[in-house]
């Protein structure tokens, strides 16, 4: 089993719609919750970050972070077909140590 | 301001080749880490240098994987006598060193795409 599991989907969806994207993990050491957007053939970027349990918002985006359930969340409002991506949750156990990242969900916004 | 760049963008190698993968990181960011990312997978960490130390391998598959980084700044990454299975996106990230109990945000560069025949 995974440290980290995350829905490949893909999740397809209409223009404006809010969407909800999560994963899980085991290990509780894990600190730091990270959500990272990637389009085809680019790495990586970072989208949000959240230190233990909690929510945090920026814009149309909102994370949420749930320790005692293991389990996190990005929601997306409103979204965009330039929403269209995988997005990947990551995690660490500090804030300069190596991630460790889900499988990653493709996110498709049609207009 | 300047990326993380790596190079080349695309390798091709014969099965049993050796390649170097090159990672020119963000001027001033003593972390440097490299991931591999299977397709339709997420990155899974492969290894991590401060400035010229590389102090976690722990995620390298195998000997045929080594790291380096002379003088702290430019990494290559070198797989010797490739598999099939070592088809992979290889990233590159780079971070400023640790300040406090802040996320330091690591930035991914491109990617090299790496096919095995």
């Known amino acids: 089993q995974k440290e980290v599991e995350q829905d490949p989907g893909p999740l397809s969806v209409p223009e404006g719609a809010i969407v909800s994207l999560n994963c899980t993990y085991s290990?509780?050491?894990?600190?730091?919750f990270m959500w990272y957007r990637q389009y085809s053939r680019k790495g990586p970027e970072l989208l949000m970050y959240t230190y233990s349990s909690g929510n945090k918002e920026d814009g149309r985006f909102t994370a949420q972070v749930d320790k005692s359930s293991k389990y996190i969340s990005l929601f997306i409002r409103d979204s965009q077909p330039s929403d269209s991506a995988t997005y990947l949750c990551?995690?660490?156990?500090?804030?300069?140590?190596?991630?460790?990242f889900g499988t990653g969900t493709r996110l498709l916004v049609s207009p | 301001g300047a990326g993380v760049s790596q190079s080349p963008r695309y390798k091709v190698a014969k099965r049993g080749q050796d390649v170097a993968l090159r990672c020119d990181p963000i001027?001033?960011?003593?972390?440097l880490f490299w991931y591999q990312q299977a397709l339709g997978q997420g990155p899974e960490f492969l290894t991590y240098?401060?400035?010229?130390?590389?102090?976690?391998k722990s995620g390298l598959p195998s000997d045929r994987f080594f790291a380096e980084r002379p003088e702290g700044s430019v990494s290559t990454l070198k797989i010797q006598r490739t598999q099939q299975e070592d088809s992979a996106v290889y990233l590159c990230?780079?971070?400023?060193?640790?300040?406090?109990?802040?996320?330091?945000?690591?930035?991914f560069g491109p990617g090299t795409r790496l096919t095995v025949l």
């Open positions: 290990n509780s050491a894990f600190q730091y």
């Open positions: 990551a995690m660490s156990r500090s804030g300069f140590q190596k991630l460790v």
């Open positions: 240098f401060q400035n010229e130390a590389q102090l976690d």
């Open positions: 990230a780079s971070s400023l060193a640790f300040i406090g109990d802040s996320y330091n945000e690591q930035f």
């Open positions: 001027s001033g960011h003593v972390s």
